[in-house]
């Protein structure tokens, strides 16, 4: 790793260490029920505090779409108008994310219901369009179109971003004394499966991509075998009735600095190309995706709300 990359790598985990220490800021937190917690003042459910640490993360994944779907969709001209679609609906989408990052009531929101689940619909569509976009070049789903046509795992990162929404709007309303459910199942076994699948979808659109560029940095690695695991951790905790799970949350932490840490490299990459951030019209079209790696920490921000849940509601 030569030393440009590794300052870069640096200043990510400095970033990821200072989002930590954020995070601890403030009175300590002291338990007083198996559903509450408060820091001297008023008691908020446990419920509605991993609520809105999803809505926080569906605002993540919304932004990521808005910028790279942004760019992508200019790149492509915006040749069918439907390429619009998922820029209005992941900017909505952040736009509720942050008012439910900001409620602090146990109850859920009609516009935000509705919000998540147009962008989960959005995702599915969108998903389809890209495959229908590769299957009809020359040649169908050859190497050369998924390299270079409609990448196919793209409009996922807004479909996780709505199931994600959509899951702490049912995690909020939880009454008190019950178990929190998504569709009458336990919402943390619900949210664990739905984190590790995302962590792999997004895993194999990373492998796609940076098998193109033939991994020819060694970081390019990273993006393809640590998110593996955390979906393991994902599993077994789908799996498991078992309250501690100490080593998921230090990994869901190095994936959330490895995703900021990506974008940082990412914009090595560009800086890399003919004329660098100077020819930014053409380098930012062209370079590795700016806005693509942070959907890793996305995700792993929700796997955080979603451990910190199962160990307030073991039955969850």
């Known amino acids: 790793m030569n030393r440009q990359n590794l300052f870069l790598l640096c200043a990510a985990i400095g970033a990821g260490a200072a989002l930590v220490a954020h995070n601890r800021r403030g009175p300590p937190l002291r338990r007083i029920g198996p559903h509450h917690e408060t820091s001297g003042r008023a008691a908020m459910p446990a419920t509605v505090i991993a609520a809105r640490r ?22 492509g001209a915006f040749k069918n ?10 900017a909505a989408t952040l736009a509720i994310s942050l008012h439910g990052t900001a409620d602090m009531r146990p109850a859920a929101h009609r516009s935000r219901d509705l ?68 569709w009458t199942m336990p919402a943390g076994r619900v949210l664990a499966v739905v984190i590790g699948g995302g962590l792999l979808g997004t895993t194999a659109e990373a492998a796609l991509l940076h098998f193109r560029g033939a991994y ?31 080593a998921a949350r230090l990994w869901m932490w190095v994936l959330v600095v490895m995703g900021f840490a990506g974008a940082g490299f990412h914009a090595y990459g560009v800086s890399r190309n003919m004329g660098g951030f100077y020819n930014w019209s053409q380098n930012i079209l062209n370079g590795p995706p700016l806005p693509a790696p942070p959907s890793f920490s996305g995700l792993a921000l929700a796997g955080l709300a979603c451990i910190d849940l199962v160990r307030e509601h073991p039955d969850a």
Not at 62 to 73: K, M, R, Y
Not at 218 to 231: H, I
Request: charged content about 15%; glycine content about 12%.
């Open 54 to 75: 999803l809505n926080r993360a569906a605002g993540l994944l919304a932004t990521s779409v808005l910028t790279d779907s942004g760019v992508e969709h200019y790149r």
């Open 115 to 182: 919000t998540y689940t147009v962008a989960a619909i959005t995702g599915l569509v969108g998903t389809g369009f890209h495959f229908y976009n590769v299957g009809r070049k020359l040649g169908g789903f050859c190497w050369q179109n998924l390299f270079y046509g409609a990448p196919l795992g793209a409009p996922m990162a807004i479909l996780l971003s709505g199931l994600l929404g959509f899951a702490s709007e049912r995690v909020r309303e939880t009454e008190h004394g019950r178990r929190p459910e998504i």
């Open 81 to 90: 108008k439907a390429m619009y679609t998922p820029l209005v609906v992941s």
């Open 216 to 246: 020819h940095n060694p970081a390019m690695l990273l993006p393809v075998t640590l998110p593996p695991v955390g979906a393991a951790m994902m599993a077994a905790i789908a799996a498991g009735p078992r309250t501690e799970h100490s």
